[in-house]
């Protein structure tokens, strides 16, 4: 077991993620980039993300799908389109230099107005009564971006309106329950590797058949979507369960905007 607070590589986590029986099937297909797994996953999956093993803030997430005369990357607010594979990777490669990166499964995710939405899901572990979920905000990508953190432009809506708005009052109920049920369950296994992990922060997407699955999960969440929402009652309790285990906020959060009630 480790001492540590956090872990930054995002495929230790995935894989510590992949080894419990109640969250893998919640987990998109990960591999380590590489010319031969990303054209593997490309093929079966048609969609796929790119993302650094160590970087946070969305910064270097590419989103790569099938299009018109090949295959379109997007990166940032950029779009360019390669008419081979061959041809894509060897751009990657150059726009990546040696940082590793992963391949992830693309979620074709519900939408507002054509972007891409996903859910921050804050667990923290108070001193008497355990693991508590105590947020949930959903984020909105910025036109044009494929990634939906604040500090990229995201908007910041209030999650329970949203669920209702894109997947009907029942389903959104449902979603509100596995998401805690999630945040439970990935809190529990990481804290068998680093029992002194005391908070975290899951993106949860959800798919157009209303699945849900975790993107990523955060050993450091930022509390900043919080600061966008009308109900502040939900940055107060984050703010007060970390303060239990010594962790206070700047909360200088300029980026992200605010969506909705």
């Known amino acids: 077991m480790s001492k540590r607070t956090t872990e930054s590589s995002k495929w230790i986590k995935t894989k510590l993620l992949e080894g419990s029986a109640a969250l893998v099937r919640h987990i998109p297909a990960t591999r380590r980039l590489t010319s031969s797994s990303l054209g593997r996953m490309l093929s079966r999956y048609g969609m796929v993300y790119i993302k650094p093993v160590f970087g946070s803030c969305g910064v270097g997430v590419m989103r790569i799908e099938r299009a018109r005369g090949g295959w379109a990357v997007r990166d940032g607010a950029k ?120 908070e975290l922060g899951l993106d949860i997407a959800v798919d157009r058949r209303k699945r849900a699955w975790i993107i990523e999960v955060n050993t450091r969440p930022d509390p900043c979507p919080f600061t966008r929402l009308d109900d502040r009652s939900m940055l107060r309790r984050i703010i007060r369960y970390a303060r239990g285990y010594g962790r206070t906020y700047a909360l200088n959060c300029t980026k992200a905007r605010r969506g909705g009630g």
């Open 79 to 198: 779009r360019r389109v390669f008419a081979s594979r061959a041809d894509l990777f060897g751009w990657v490669r150059k726009r990546i230099g040696r940082k590793p990166y992963l391949v992830q499964r693309g979620i074709h995710v519900l939408r507002l107005r054509g972007r891409p939405i996903d859910y921050r899901v804050v667990v923290q572990k108070g001193r008497k009564k355990g693991w508590k979920v105590t947020g949930v905000a959903a984020r909105v990508a910025s036109p044009r971006k494929a990634v939906t953190n604040g500090s990229q432009g995201g908007s910041i809506y209030a999650a329970r309106s949203l669920l209702r708005r894109t997947a009907g009052k029942k389903q959104a109920k449902k979603l509100l329950s596995r998401f805690g049920s999630m945040a439970h369950a990935t809190a529990k296994r990481f804290e068998r590797s680093y029992p002194r992990m005391k």
